[in-house]
C-alpha cells in the first residue's frame, strides 16, 4: 500500500475521464491505474461517517487475490482520503458482456470466483453495493469498487459466505438471463424455479444443482453458449417486472 500526500487534486483529474458513481468519479491513469477520487456529497458523507476512510482502505487492501481489485495507492490532503487508485483490469463489466460466451468457461469461472469470495470472507468482509457494472469479465472475474463493503466477523463464517456468494450470484444471474433493475424470473418447472430462488435468497450452493437442471431442461450441455440460455425465455422461464 502506497500513500500519497496532495495539496490539491488539480494533476489528479487531469487524467483520463472513464466513469463515476455515487461517491466518486473514476479516471485511467497513464501507468494503467483506475484512479477513484470522492466527490463532495451526501452519499460521500455517509461512508466517511461509517469509516475511518484510512484504515478501511488499509484494510481492504490485504484482502487482494485474483477476483477481487483493491486499493494500493492512497491520496492524502491534510490526513483526509481524497482518491485512491487500483490496477486497470482489462475486462468488460456484465452490463456490456457479450452473450456470446461457453457455459463451461463461465462455470469454471465462477468456481475460481468462489474460492476467493471465501477467502474475503473468512477476513470478515460483506459485499455491499454489487451491480453490473463492477463485476467485471474477460475468462475470469473480477470485482472492483469494495470501499463500500465493511468489515463485519461473523462467528458462523458460512453464513459469512453465503451472504456474500448469494448477493454476487443475485447480479450474475441477472446477466445469465438479461433481466433488468426492474425485472425478476420465473421458471415454468416447480424444481427449477425452487432450486433458483433458494440458491438466491437461502443458501448460493443450490446454483450448482439448478444450472445442472437448467441446461437439462433446456436441451443444453455446457458446449453451448450463454446466449443460448437466453433463448430459453419463454419455454423455460419468463421475465416478470416489479412493477
Excluded at 452490463?95 to 468456481?111: A, G, M, N, R, V
Excluded at 425478476?184 to 445442472?212: A, G, V
Aim: hydrophobic share 35%.
Amino acid at each position: 500500500m502506497e500513500i500519497i500526500k496532495i495539496n490539491n487534486l488539480n494533476s489528479l483529474s487531469k487524467n483520463k475521464y472513464i466513469g463515476q458513481g455515487y461517491t466518486s468519479r473514476c479516471y485511467l491513469m497513464p501507468d494503467d491505474y483506475v484512479l477513484k477520487i470522492y466527490k463532495d456529497n451526501e452519499a460521500t458523507k455517509k461512508l466517511f461517517l461509517r469509516n475511518n476512510m484510512l484504515e478501511h482502505l488499509t484494510k481492504i487492501n490485504n484482502l487482494k487475490n485474483d477476483s477481487y481489485a483493491v486499493p494500493e495507492r492512497i491520496y492524502l490532503k491534510d490526513d483526509k482520503v481524497l482518491a485512491y487508485a487500483h490496477p486497470f483490469i482489462k475486462a468488460k463489466t456484465l452490463k456490456k458482456l457479450t452473450p456470446y460466451i461457453l457455459i463451461k468457461d463461465f462455470l469454471e469461472s465462477l468456481k475460481k470466483l468462489e474460492e476467493d469470495t471465501i477467502l474475503i470472507s473468512e477476513k470478515g468482509f460483506t459485499l455491499i453495493d454489487i451491480h453490473n457494472k463492477n463485476i467485471l469479465y474477460d475468462k475470469k472475474f473480477a470485482i472492483i469498487d469494495l470501499d463500500s463493503g465493511y468489515f463485519f466477523k461473523n462467528s458462523i463464517i458460512n453464513q459469512q459466505i453465503n451472504l456474500n456468494m448469494r448477493y454476487l450470484l443475485g447480479t450474475i444471474s441477472d446477466y445469465l438471463f438479461s433481466l433488468n433493475y426492474h425485472q425478476t424470473i420465473h421458471f415454468y418447472n416447480q424444481i427449477l424455479n425452487d432450486l433458483y430462488h433458494k440458491s438466491i435468497s437461502i443458501n448460493y450452493q443450490y446454483y450448482q444443482e439448478f444450472i445442472k437442471v437448467l441446461l437439462e431442461q433446456g436441451h443444453l450441455n455446457i458446449d453451448n453458449q450463454i446466449k443460448d440460455i437466453r433463448k430459453l425465455n419463454l419455454t423455460i422461464f419468463k421475465k416478470d417486472n416489479y412493477y
